[in-house]
Antibody, heavy 117, light 106 residues
Framework: QVQLMESGPGLVQPSETLSLTCTVS????????VHWVRQPPGKGLEWMGV???????DYNSALKSRLSISRDTSKNQVFLKMNSLQSEDTTTYYC???????????WGQGVMVTVSS | DIQMTQSPASLSASLGETVTIECRASEDIYNGLAWYQQKPGKSPQLLIYNANSLHTGVPSRFSGSGSGTQYSLKINSLQSEDVASYFCQQYYDYPPFGSGTKLEIK
């Protein structure tokens, strides 16, 4: 069955780099797109970026200068790296899947990241 | 960028009631709209895609409608398990999400 699971540190120091991993199962990264979406506590959803099935990426213009998404298809993993973290980056990070129609049909359970010294 | 205006921001309704949540796009999104339910502490779950198609396993009391720039999610016979936040998402362009509606039971 289709599953996505985020993993990464729960606590990151201000100005440091966040590294998250989305490990997927039940589908191929070369057939589906994997997005990163974040959500501050009690607030709405913010799309961050996408690893397209073909291997290219797109980013939210507001985050583009700090964000990098990559993948390892042999390990069924998609990676997020975001630098220069600040307190406003304290949020839950989700990875989610889309197919050829770009609605999110499966989501990971999310990983909460706190930026604090 | 396409802007999504979702209303209301919060909603309180009685069990058994019918509720409607709306999303308005700043331009035509050609039925490229999905609705999600997010229960507290959980990840969002797909309810409706292509404006009016019910996702597998979603109860039939949920329905979507609309076209062009105006879309709505209707929940018939409100149940206690429907307490959640609801988000619309357009997939004609990015960024995609509406601001959300928090639904509570009166």
């Amino acid at each position: 069955q289709v599953q996505l699971m985020e993993s990464g540190p729960g606590l990151v120091q201000p100005s440091e780099t966040l590294s998250l991993t989305c490990t997927v199962s039940g589908f191929s990264l070369t057939s589906y797109n994997v997005h990163w979406v974040r959500q501050p506590p009690g607030k709405g959803l913010e799309w961050m970026g996408v690893m397209w099935s073909g291997g290219s990426t797109d980013y939210n213009s507001a985050l583009k200068s700090r964000l990098s998404i990559s993948r390892d298809t042999s390990k069924n993993q998609v990676f997020l790296k975001m630098n220069s973290l600040q307190s406003e980056d304290t949020t839950t990070y989700y990875c989610a899947r889309t197919g050829s129609s770009y609605y999110f049909d499966y989501w990971g359970q999310g990983v909460m990241v706190t930026v604090s010294s | 960028d396409i802007q999504m205006t979702q209303s209301p921001a919060s909603l309180s309704a009685s069990l058994g009631e019918t509720v409607t949540i709306e999303c308005r796009a700043s331009e035509d999104i050609y039925n490229g709209l999905a609705w999600y339910q997010q229960k507290p502490g959980k990840s969002p779950q797909l309810l409706i895609y292509n404006a009016n198609s019910l996702h597998t396993g979603v109860p039939s009391r949920f329905s979507g409608s609309g076209s062009g720039t105006q879309y709505s999610l209707k929940i018939n016979s409100l149940q206690s398990e429907d307490v959640a936040s609801y988000f619309c998402q357009q997939y004609y362009d990015y960024p995609p999400f509406g601001s959300g509606t928090k639904l509570e039971i009166k």
